[in-house]
């Protein structure tokens, strides 16, 4: 799921390129503006068949969102990291076991972080 926005397309680009992903994004006019609850509900009307989401959006709302989606249960060095800031170019990952349209807050749990530099 990425957002419309030109940056955020440049981003999933180069991002799907250094993955040797040939995927097409779902592109996503609302992600843009979504504030934490809007984009909640975005992740929740995603397709249930699919086993692997990666999102591209908008901060502050992408910060907000992974740290409520945050179970507290995950890697403890993540953790640290990620509550020291989600600037641009920040990758949380999570697992979670169950139906995207039944995601939580604190029901996912943090297992990366990571800040991508040029």
Known sequence: MVSAAPRALETWTALASGAGWDLQPSVDEGLYTAGTDTALDLLRGSPAEARVLVVVGHNPTMAHL?????????????????????PTSAVAVFEYDGAWADLELTSARLVAFHVGRC
């Open 66 to 86: 992974v740290q409520l989606l945050d179970d507290g249960e995950g890697d403890p060095e993540a953790s640290t990291a990620m509550a020291s800031g989600f």
